[in-house]
């Protein structure tokens, strides 16, 4: 075979491969997966390298770094592929500065952890959001509310011993914050929500049983199912020690309400609601309910709009641990391609409620 037609013969083998559209492309996804060399060169690169396009008569494919050094290669002193990726660096600064967050008995400012990290603060910053979905100080926030659950949680310690076990310098400071943190008081937090009273009633709707609940800040629980009894043995299970009071004639008129927004959607509630959850889930639910009813998004769009694009993940397990079911509109939610992924209260639910929000 002459030289040309050699060529032509390798370039034909090397694009009919996938791998090599991912270097066309400079796709980052494919670092780690696959490296290529090239023959002119001598040099061995990472997919998403920015050297100039090789010909692809003289691209060889290797699954190693270590595979294409043995075949003769040197790495390239560009995309430094005999180095961790990149996104595998930052990840691993990111996750020491998450230790280093837990470990505290101060917050670290921005400008320490950026310094430890070798970036700028704004650099920093930008990339622990993407990375945890919160920026430093809410990261800390929610892991020191995370801490005081578990230290109250524990048999003989104090209800300030438990505060200050969290990393909290004074009572003064953690009680600002504890409704946002526990969704009551400490005391009653322990006490599984003893001294604390919620109202409940079930009701019925197109969609099945439905139990509304509130507490003194607003509703609490909006739970979905075929088993009423089911339905008052979950809300007891969320409150194990809460007076739970059955509601009255003028609570059966917000059970109406919220009957009316299954049936109606475009109607809205306008009712206060008694979000409890940790900062991201917040910020997940917040996103939710400005999704308009008829409309839907992705988990992948959740992700974006929050501004925390690579916690997909995270988004699908705060729409999962929503208990407001309707008034946080997680239904609203489906998969890249459209289709219905898993409801908290049924897929058949989730399609009930889309096909009502489409034809209001």
């Excluded at 560009?78 to 500065?97: F, G, M, N, S, Y």
């Excluded at 939710?288 to 009813?293: G, N």
């Excluded at 993940?313 to 289709?339: E, F, K, S």
């Amino acid at each position: 075979m002459n030289m040309p037609a050699a060529n032509a013969a390798l370039a034909a083998a090397t694009q009919a491969d996938p791998r090599w559209a991912a270097v066309v492309a400079r796709d980052p996804a494919a670092d780690g997966t696959f490296y290529y060399s090239v023959r002119t060169t001598g040099v061995y690169c990472r997919p998403s390298c920015a050297a100039r396009l090789a010909r692809p008569e003289n691209v060889r494919f290797h699954d190693t770094p270590q595979a294409a050094a043995a075949a003769g290669f040197r790495p390239c002193k560009r995309c430094r592929p005999d180095r961790p990726a990149l996104a595998e660096q930052h990840a691993a600064k990111i996750t020491q500065a998450c230790r280093l967050i837990e470990r505290a008995e101060e917050l670290p400012s921005l400008a320490q952890l950026a310094r430890r990290a070798a970036m700028s603060p704004y650099h920093f910053h930008r990339l622990f959001k993407a990375a945890t979905g919160l920026t430093p100080k809410a990261y800390a926030l929610a892991h020191r509310a995370g801490r005081v659950r578990r230290e109250l949680g524990r048999g003989g310690t104090t209800v300030t011993q438990a505060i200050f076990g969290a990393g909290y310098n004074s009572n003064a400071r953690f009680y600002e914050k504890s409704r946002e943190v526990l969704g009551m008081t400490p005391s009653a937090y322990r006490a599984g929500g003893a001294d604390t009273e919620i109202r409940f009633a079930v009701g019925q709707c197109s969609l099945g049983a439905i139990l509304v609940a509130s507490s003194s800040v607003g509703i609490c629980a909006i739970l979905l199912g075929d088993d009423p009894d089911a339905l008052v043995r979950d809300l007891q299970d969320r409150f194990p020690r809460a007076t739970l009071i059955g509601g009255d004639a003028g609570f059966e008129t917000l059970v109406a309400r919220v009957v009316g927004l299954v049936e109606q959607p475009a109607l809205g509630l306008d009712l206060p609601l008694d979000v409890r959850g940790t900062a991201f889930q917040q910020r997940v639910w917040r996103a939710l309910q400005e999704i308009p009813a008829g409309a839907t998004a992705s988990y992948t769009d959740v992700a974006r709009r929050i501004g925390a694009p690579r916690s997909v993940r995270a988004v699908a397990q705060a729409c999962g641990a929503n208990a407001l079911a309707v008034a946080i509109p997680c239904h609203r939610v489906v998969r890249n391609d459209g289709g219905l992924s898993g409801y908290r209260w049924g897929v058949e639910r989730k399609r009930a409620l889309l096909d009502k929000e489409a034809r209001a």
